[in-house]
């Protein structure tokens, strides 16, 4: 399988070049250039499958050529062994048509786990395959850093820098990336936002130089390889609720659009999704651009759920460029306009498609909460509040009789025991495999938000440089 870049300035690259190179030269995601199709049957034989079955024929296409079967399939199940339950991703009701897909069980009880245990796996074997060393960099809100320092702590090939907002994520979060006592990980705190994190990994992609010097791969829900390990738990739960014949919904918390474009990832493959419910707090760029047609971020409110305080959804631009006919001219034009204007018009044609295919609604802390207060009383379901965002959401939708709905549950509880108790009175059991990490020695620098400082330090650190610089 080829990759083209959103922005179709970049190079096409194939799958393990483009995991490797995680955001594209021109600024662009990657994308496959077709969308492999799963059957109406191979979907029905997923029932009752374990979850590394499935995933394997799931990413198979979008791998191809480029990693040997039995490799592959070797990677996968390691990853997916390292989760707590069996199941990976298990399914529980909580009303006659509503279910939320637990995605919780893996090494840092968040969702980020299922993409990320596959991916540290991919890259390093890549790169020691290719005699190669690489510097994973990443910004994080709060959960992939967790996931990805302890994906990553260890490998062989990789030396990984974390950036996250100074006093922006909770205490929990913090500790479970500052904690890990590996010399290959690096850990900042950067005064500012996430979306300033965020920006400063952009721009460290876009100076070229810097990139090529330090091998700069991205591990953010940009590369396309963590896009591809989240298309299979919507297969698994569509199936085992009885897709194709019966239709499913999903509600997905969203903040950087990673998880709910790979649901419509999914649908592009040939799942039956009758519909995507984009469900965000009050960050609600996604909620606007739908009712209005217009993308014009604001400045982020901090919330009960901060892995969704993200104003700027990076992974929006894969769907627009699917929505404009995949044409990188019109995502380059829209990519200027943002920067010109601080907003995107989308045409009338481009968010036609997108309300056919999605649903969003904007739910506050305060909605979330009683939703984790309901759950809790009546069926003694604790709920963290990112899920509680999608539970409320999925709610708002109306339901075809006959029809499931699925809200992706993206935290365990135990991770945000504060917002839980106030909400509903309980202290979440926190699991062992989190307890032992919360008393591990802190390793963290703090740097102002600046992109020479952050250069200068990775360029230091890093030891993935060839040569010496001289
Ligand atoms: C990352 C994350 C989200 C948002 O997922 P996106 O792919 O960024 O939309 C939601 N909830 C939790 C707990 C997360 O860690």
């Not at 020691?128 to 062989?156: H, L, P, Q, W």
């Not at 996604?286 to 971020?297: D, E, K, M, W």
């Not at 709905?405 to 509880?413: E, F, I, K, S, Y």
Request: charged share 20%; net charge negative.
């Amino acid at each position: 399988m080829q990759y083209l870049s959103t922005r179709g300035r970049a190079p096409v690259l194939g799958f393990e070049d483009a995991m490797l190179a995680g955001l594209a030269r021109d600024g662009g995601l990657y994308l496959p250039e077709s969308w492999p199709q799963i059957s109406a049957d191979e979907i029905v034989g997923f029932v009752g499958m374990p979850y590394a079955q499935v995933a394997i024929r799931v990413m198979r296409d979008f791998v191809g050529a480029d990693i040997g079967e039995a490799e592959f399939a070797g990677i996968v199940e390691e990853a997916y062994g390292t989760f707590d339950v069996a199941e990976v991703a298990p399914l529980v009701q909580i009303a006659p048509q509503s279910w939320i897909c637990e995605l919780f069980h893996g090494p840092t009880l968040a969702f980020k786990d299922i993409a990320m245990q596959l991916l540290a796996r991919l890259m390093d074997r890549a790169l020691t395959r290719r005699g190669k060393r690489a510097t994973v960099v990443g910004a994080t809100s709060g959960d992939t850093g967790g996931a990805a320092v302890e994906a990553f702590a260890g490998t062989e090939a990789i030396d990984i820098f974390i950036l996250h907002p100074n006093g922006r994520v909770s205490d929990v979060q913090r500790r479970q990336m500052t904690g890990a006592a590996e010399s290959n990980v690096h850990n900042i705190a950067v005064e500012g936002t996430f979306d300033d994190c965020q920006a400063l990994v952009k721009a460290l992609f876009n100076d070229h130089a810097l990139r090529d010097s330090l091998a700069l791969a991205g591990v953010n829900s940009i590369n396309w390889a963590r896009i591809m390990a989240q298309t299979v738990y919507y297969f698994t739960s569509a199936a085992a609720l009885g897709a194709p014949a019966r239709e499913v919904g999903f509600a997905v918390p969203t903040g950087n659009f990673g998880d709910i474009f790979a649901g419509y990832a999914a649908s592009r493959m040939g799942l039956p999704i009758s519909r995507l419910v984009i469900a965000t707090n009050e960050n609600d760029i996604l909620a606007r651009t739908l009712a209005s047609g217009r993308y014009q971020p604001k400045s982020v409110v901090a919330t009960t759920s901060p892995s969704m305080d993200i104003q700027v959804s990076s992974n929006f631009e894969r769907l627009l460029f699917e929505v404009s006919g995949r044409s990188g001219e019109r995502v380059r034009s829209m990519m200027r306009e943002l920067g010109e204007s601080g907003a995107i018009e989308l045409n009338p044609t481009e968010i036609q498609s997108i309300r056919a295919a999605f649903a969003a609604h904007r739910i506050d802390q305060d909605e979330a909460a009683e939703t984790i207060r309901q759950l809790c009383q009546e069926q003694d379901y604790i709920a963290d509040p990112h899920t509680a965002v999608g539970v409320t959401a999925a709610a708002r939708e109306e339901l075809d009789p006959g029809s499931a709905m699925v809200a992706l549950g993206t935290a365990h509880p135990a991770k945000f025991p504060d917002a839980v108790k106030r909400a509903c009175g309980k202290t979440p059991i926190i699991p062992d495999r989190l307890e032992k990490k919360l008393h591990a020695e802190e390793r963290y620098d703090v740097l102002g938000n600046d992109f020479a400082i952050l250069a200068e330090y990775l360029t230091e650190r890093s030891s993935a440089l060839a040569e010496p610089q001289l």
